[in-house]
């Protein structure tokens, strides 16, 4: 398992020039920005674990940033975190949506951002832990600079070995499964229901959506490039041309984000 620190940088400030050169009283006057620790990794790699792990060795609290878990419902198919397992941590967003409801990104940014300011107010540290990368994005990238301005950040980035994080993920669901995540699905299940919002994306949508994205950004793309490798004398001018024309190179983060839907 490796574990990745990484910080952001806030945009670069400029200091005033005076006649003895820069004016260093605007540093001495800067507020100090508070700090703000952000897990994050693929499924089964131990993020709350972790998250729970680091809020006991600091005073701290854990900001919940899995979409799936804001919803009421479903806590064994969404694994959601036991009383038991927080240890006394304070969680905050942690199955306070409507499961009918549609919880965006800016809704997310906008309330971890008022649970902050509410963990940082009692002296405490804000761990925020979850695998919705759109999340996190949303909350470190606005376009106001309003987190930056704020927080420093440090992101931990749990990485494990394939082999190792399949047998992490099929122990979780036969611990799910034995836990009763069959029986809590077909009392959700409902044929009439949108399956395409709401905690009910958990149930049926996501496998679909990965098919999708799979054939639009990795089978897609594939098929034209040996199609054009086929029926080419000249194999490395098939390659570019399918680069430059109509067909599209397999990128890496194309190819990344097609196996993270069809395996999450």
């Given amino acids: 398992m490796m574990i990745v620190c990484k910080q ?106 008022l649970a902050m300011k509410s963990i940082v107010g009692r002296g405490k540290l804000p761990i925020i832990a979850g695998g919705s990368n759109s999340f996190i994005e949303a ?35 036969d611990r799910m499964v034995a836990a009763g995540m069959v029986e809590e699905v077909r009392n959700m299940y409902n044929p009439d229901a949108d399956y395409s919002k709401g905690i009910r994306r958990a149930i049926g949508k996501k496998g679909r959506d990965a098919d999708e994205a799979w054939a639009e950004l990795v089978a897609g793309p594939a098929a034209v490039i040996v199609n054009e490798f086929l029926y080419s004398f000249d194999h490395s001018r098939a390659f570019a041309a399918t680069a430059e024309g109509g067909g599209r190179v397999i990128r890496e983060a194309e190819m990344g984000a097609a196996m993270a839907a069809a395996t999450h």
Wanted: net charge negative.
């Fill in 139 to 173: 909350l470190v990238d606005d376009e106001n600079y309003e987190f930056r301005s704020r927080y420093d950040v440090c992101f931990l980035w749990v990485d494990v070995a394939m082999l190792v994080l399949h047998r992490f993920v099929s122990d979780r669901v």
């Fill in 8 to 113: 952001i940088q806030a945009p670069v400030m400029q200091l005033p020039i005076s006649n003895g050169g820069m004016d260093l009283s605007v540093l001495r006057c800067r507020p100090q920005k508070e700090k703000v620790v952000v897990v994050m990794g693929a499924t089964g790699t131990g993020k709350s674990r972790l998250s729970i792990d680091i809020a006991t060795r600091f005073t701290a609290e854990i900001i919940n940033s899995d979409k799936i878990q804001l919803y009421e419902g479903l806590d064994i198919v969404t694994n959601k975190i036991s009383e038991d397992e927080c240890v006394g941590v304070p969680h905050h967003l942690l199955g306070i949506v409507d499961p009918e409801s549609d919880f965006t990104s800016a809704n997310f940014a906008s309330t971890a951002l």
